[in-house]
């Protein structure tokens, strides 16, 4: 991949990551992003977790209203869609650039081999595909080896995904969030997360949710996340045949 002006570098710290899976709904924790931490962009809180997802009209107010975005949104320098998290050189010389981006780049093969990895069962690649196609933000770590040798010919890897859907305007809930096995304990999980979230709440999208594993609740909860807010009990619907 060639390297891009808009691409920066972010230091991480270590932690413990862990994949979750989405595709046992019984053992699912429904989580909210707790408002607090709405404050890494300055935004002010507005509503209840359901008045916002109602109408976005303020709590308690008798009439509707329009809330402009903040100025902080203008003021701020956008986020660039591709970061560098790491940089690891190799003893033979070439460096393995740790690249988050948000920029939606995924092959529906490599995503399945690395969901084959995490032990996630299969799902018909044109559903994937679709997806993918269909969410609002998709982000992705790969593994980029640069060789000082054989510049423009990088080989490129994906390490991890987790993508988000939306109604555009107050509310996402993430889906699908997982990490090479091989590159877990780095703390790739956590920055993908939060990377994510930050460029949720850039475009004013404040009501962020997700479905856990019961396994990785305590990772999500570190992220700023808590179970079940105001006692809202997640629900899952089943065909009855």
């Not at 690249?99 to 490599?110: P, T």
């Not at 004013?204 to 179970?227: H, M, P, Q, R, W």
């Amino acid at each position: 991949m060639a390297a891009s002006s808009s691409v920066h570098q972010v230091h991480i710290l270590s932690c413990y990551c862990q994949t979750s899976d989405p595709f046992l709904p019984p053992c699912n924790v429904y989580l909210r992003l707790k408002p607090a931490r709405r404050r890494l962009v300055g935004f002010p809180l507005k509503a209840n977790f359901w008045d916002s997802i109602r109408s976005g009209i303020l709590k308690n107010n008798n009439k509707s209203e329009v809330i402009e975005p903040s100025t902080v949104l203008e003021e701020e320098e956008p986020l660039p869609e591709d970061t560098v998290l790491l940089e690891n050189p190799q003893p033979d010389g070439t460096v393995e650039q740790i690249i988050f981006s948000s920029a939606g780049d995924v092959d529906v093969y490599d995503l399945q081999a690395l969901c084959d990895k995490v032990g996630w069962p299969r799902r018909p690649l044109s559903k994937v595909a679709a997806s993918l196609r269909n969410s609002y933000m998709v982000a992705t770590i790969h593994s980029v080896l640069k060789s000082p040798d054989a510049e423009g010919n990088d080989r490129k890897q994906l390490i991890g995904m987790a993508r988000a859907t939306s109604d555009h305007a107050f509310n996402a809930t993430i889906w699908d969030v997982l990490v090479d096995p091989s590159y877990q304990g780095q703390g790739l999980g956590k920055a993908l997360v939060e990377q994510l979230i930050r460029r949720l709440l850039r475009r004013d999208i404040g009501n962020i949710t997700l479905f856990a594993d019961s396994k990785v609740v305590d990772f999500y909860k570190n992220l700023g996340f808590e179970a079940d807010p105001e006692g809202i009990k997640g629900m899952f619907w089943y065909p009855r045949y």
